[in-house]
C-alpha cells in the first residue's frame, strides 16, 4: 500500500492550495479527487474578486494552479474515497481504484447543488432543468428560461446566460437579494428582468421542460410560465459525509468545525473550503489550504520529535 505524509480528499481551488503548501514543506502529499481538478470551480463563468485577475474564469484560473501543485504533489483524478479508517498511526483510505495509507487528511470536499425538492425538478433534471449555466447556458440561446435564486451564484449566472443569448427571467423568494451589491447593479444594467416575492411550485412539460408554476408567498397568487429551461442556483449542501464516518463534528447545517488552524476535533484530520461553510469564496478556501498544509505540517513534525 502507498504511503503518504499527507492525503487530501478534493482538488477545488482549496486543495490544489493545500497541495502546493504541503508539498513544498516537503511532505509526500496526494490530493485524491473523484471528478476531475477543479471540481465545481470549473463552471464558474467568471470572478472579478479573484486577487491578481481583472476578470477570470474557473476553467482558465484552475488548469494554472494545477501545473503549479502538480510540480509539488500527486493529484489523481476520478479516484473517488469510499472510506476513511482510523489506526493507530494514521488512516487508511479506501477509494474507488486503490488503499492508501496517510498520516493526516485535510477533507476539501465543498458542497453540493441544493435541490429545490419540488414536482418535475428530478424528472426534468437534463431536460430542461440545469444547475450549471456554464455548462449549459449555450443550449438555451434565444430561449425563454428562468433562474432561481437570490445569491451570488443566481446573479453571476443569469448575467452569464444573458451574456450567451438567453432570455433569462430571475425570481427570487424575497423582495431583495442576498448577493453582492456589484452583481445587482450588473443585472440591472442589462436589463435583466425580476419576479419577486416568488418561489417554484412545479415544473411542468413532456419531453422536456415546457412550463414553471410559480406562486408569489405575499398574496398566494399562482402564474404557469411559458419556458424551455429552468436554473436552480438556491445554495448548496456541504458534502460530509465521509467526514461524520470518521467521527469529525459538523454543526446543524453539516458544515465540518475547525478551529483557526482548519485543525478538526479528530487529530490529524484538517478541513477547508465551502464544506466548512463560512465565506465561501475562492481566496477562502485557498487561504484555509494553506493554513491547513501548515498545520498539518507542523503536527507531523511535532510527532516525529515525540517518537
Ligand atoms: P447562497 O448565498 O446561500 O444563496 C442562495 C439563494 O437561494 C438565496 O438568495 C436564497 O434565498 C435562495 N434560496 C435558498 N433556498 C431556496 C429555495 N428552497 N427556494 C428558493 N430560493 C431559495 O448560495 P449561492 O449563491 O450558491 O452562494 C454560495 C456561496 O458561494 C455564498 O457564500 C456566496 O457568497 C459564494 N459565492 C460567491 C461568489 C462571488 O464572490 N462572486 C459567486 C458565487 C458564490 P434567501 O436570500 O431568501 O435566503
Redesign the pocket.
Known sequence: MEEYDIIIIGAGPGGLTAGLYAGRQGTKTLILDKGLTGGAGLM?PS???YPGFDLIAGMSLIPKMKAQTEKNAEIHEMEGVESIDRIDNGFILKTTKDEYFAKSIIIATGATH?K??VPGEDHYNGFGVSYCATCDGLLYKDKDILM?????????EAIFLNNVGCNVTVV???DE????KY?QNKLKEKGIPVIWNS??EEIKGSQMVESVILSNIKDNSKQELKVQGIFI????VPSSELAKELGVNVNKYNQIITDKTQRTNVENVYAIG?VTGG???WVVACGEGAIAATYAYQDLEQTKKRE
Open positions: 464558474v470572478m472579478e474578486n441544493r429545490l425538492e432561481i435564486g437570490g445569491g451570488n451564484s443566481a446573479l453571476q427570487h423568494r424575497r437579494f442576498r448577493a453582492e452583481l418561489v417554484v442556483a438556491i445554495g448548496d465551502d465565506v465561501k469564496q
